[in-house]
């Protein structure tokens, strides 16, 4: 791991001390409670520590963003409108969020853009202004992790009820929930 000291935390799991420059974060499952291909503002709620991450990273000055697979607009199921009605949905519950990355693409449509790839975490480094390598990504699935690690970004998991094991047992780094991923990037908590 290219920054800070390395620590062990007591689940075996490692810590760094050295914060990241910027937080990404996937939308669905991690900052809000997953409802699939959600088109409706009334259906955001948000997961218990959203909130309270996110004043945290306000407070420690480190920007955010969200990336975001969106493949109900390929599909036909979501518009891009309702996509951004949810997002705008999502800041006015959880507060403002420095950059939006969505991909509008179906696993077959061979983008860059889809997580697993790296294009969404690419362009919201580059829209922040900060390296991808001094990132952080932090979702409830492996293609969050696929996509922090083929853009170079360091990545949490924390898991929902959805995630599978083999999907934790390869997580480099596993919160309990935000506030937790938080800890484990050395975040500090003024």
């Given at each position: 791991?290219?920054?800070?000291?390395?620590?062990?935390?007591?689940?075996?799991?490692?810590?760094?001390?050295?914060?990241?420059?910027?937080?990404?974060?996937?939308?669905?499952?991690?900052?809000?409670?997953?409802?699939?291909?959600?088109?409706?503002?009334?259906?955001?709620?948000?997961?218990?520590?959203?909130?309270?991450?996110?004043?945290?990273?306000?407070?420690?000055?480190?920007?955010?963003?969200?990336?975001?697979?969106?493949?109900?607009?390929?599909?036909?199921?979501?518009?891009?409108?309702?996509?951004?009605?949810?997002?705008?949905?999502?800041?006015?519950?959880?507060?403002?969020?420095?950059?939006?990355a969505w991909?509008?693409?179906?696993?077959?449509?061979?983008?860059?853009?889809?997580?697993?790839?790296?294009?969404?975490?690419?362009?919201?480094?580059?829209?922040?202004?900060?390296?991808?390598?001094?990132?952080?990504?932090?979702?409830?699935?492996?293609?969050?992790?696929?996509?922090?690690?083929?853009?170079?970004?360091?990545?949490?998991?924390?898991?929902?009820?959805?995630?599978?094991?083999?999907?934790?047992?390869?997580?480099?780094?596993?919160?309990?929930?935000?506030?937790?991923?938080?800890?484990?990037?050395g975040i500090?908590?003024?």
């Amino acid at each position: 791991m290219p920054h800070g000291e390395v620590l062990p935390t007591p689940g075996g799991r490692v810590r760094e001390t050295c914060p990241p420059r910027a937080v990404l974060f996937d939308r669905d499952g991690t900052l809000v409670h997953d409802v699939p291909y959600n088109g409706d503002p009334a259906k955001v709620a948000p997961v218990a520590t959203a909130r309270a991450a996110l004043d945290r990273l306000r407070r420690a000055g480190i920007p955010t963003g969200v990336v975001s697979n969106q493949s109900g607009v390929a599909r036909g199921l979501l518009t891009p409108e309702a996509v951004v009605a949810v997002n705008t949905r999502v800041e006015e519950l959880i507060g403002p969020i420095g950059v939006w990355a969505w991909c509008p693409h179906g696993e077959a449509d061979g983008c860059a853009c889809r997580k697993p790839a790296p294009g969404l975490v690419l362009d919201a480094a580059r829209w922040l202004g900060v390296d991808p390598a001094e990132c952080a990504v932090v979702g409830d699935i492996a293609a969050d992790l696929g996509a922090a690690r083929a853009a170079g970004a360091r990545g949490v998991l924390v898991p929902t009820h959805t995630t599978r094991r083999e999907e934790v047992d390869a997580a480099d780094l596993v919160a309990p929930d935000l506030l937790g991923a938080l800890d484990l990037l050395g975040i500090p908590d003024r």
